[in-house]
């Protein structure tokens, strides 16, 4: 079974420039979960998606954005990207109701 | 405020010394409490999940016990290949979100 798999590995973006991240979730699972991670801190909660919806998000400014599509992939863009926004971002997938969820390998993206 | 408070930050053991990691937790409900392994520049890998106080469970070296403030998770004889960052994360009960409240993790480093 294909895990939570993201694209791109890695992205190098210019400050105030938009970045696409993409996410496909595990096969049957309809909730899709981004995370941000940046350097020496913990994971913090971007956005949540379930079945098509923006159910919840964190304490993120509005140029955080995301979408979820009919086959459940998700897309979170980021606008006018600053230099602090240089982490890895994590996509995770659950059944809605599921405790806990799998996580994918990320995105690195790179601000400069 | 629901909170995950991670210790120690960084731990260097030798190779069959055992030892405890700890995840002392704040939250209004708890839903559940999960073990997480990260390695660099990867996504954390699920380990374990706990729902109520009193619940072990175990993996191979690794063994996972809550109480109802904290969790601990004991490493029993660990090999250079449980090195790795450990992260514990909490999903509170009630409301309208699925997410998870991570701490900032123990950095394991076993040497040979």
């Known amino acids: 079974e294909a895990g939570v798999t993201q694209s791109p590995t890695h992205l190098i973006k210019t400050r105030g420039q938009q970045a696409t991240l993409r996410c496909s979730p595990i096969?049957?699972?309809?909730?899709v979960y981004w995370y941000q991670q940046a350097l020496g801190l913990g994971l913090q909660f971007l956005l949540w998606?379930?079945?098509?919806?923006?159910?919840n998000r964190g304490n993120f400014p509005p140029r955080f954005s995301g979408r979820q599509f009919p086959n459940y992939s998700s897309e979170l863009n980021v606008n006018a990207l600053e230099l602090e926004d240089s982490a890895l971002y994590l996509c995770?997938?659950?059944?809605?109701?599921?405790?806990?969820?799998?996580f994918g390998s990320g995105t690195r993206l790179t601000v400069v | 405020e629901d909170q995950v408070t991670q210790s120690p930050e960084a731990l260097r053991l030798q190779e069959g010394e055992s030892s405890s990691l700890n995840c002392s937790y704040t939250?209004?409900?708890?839903?559940?409490l999960f073990w997480y392994r990260q390695d660099p520049g990867k996504g954390p890998e699920f380990l374990f999940t706990?729902?109520?106080a009193g619940e072990e469970k175990e993996k191979e070296r690794l063994k996972a016990t809550l109480t109802k403030k904290e969790s601990f998770l004991h490493i029993t004889a660990p090999k250079p290949e449980d090195s790795a960052t450990y992260l514990c994360?909490?999903?509170?009960?009630?409301?309208?979100?699925?997410?998870?409240?991570f701490g900032t993790g123990t950095l394991l480093a076993v040497q040979p």
């Open positions: 995770a997938s659950s059944f809605p109701e599921e405790y806990g969820y799998t």
């Open positions: 096969s049957g699972h309809t909730s």
């Open positions: 998606y379930d079945e098509g919806e923006e159910r």
């Open positions: 939250v209004s409900g708890l839903r559940g």
């Open positions: 706990l729902y109520s």
């Open positions: 994360a909490v999903q509170a009960s009630g409301g309208a979100t699925n997410k998870l409240i």
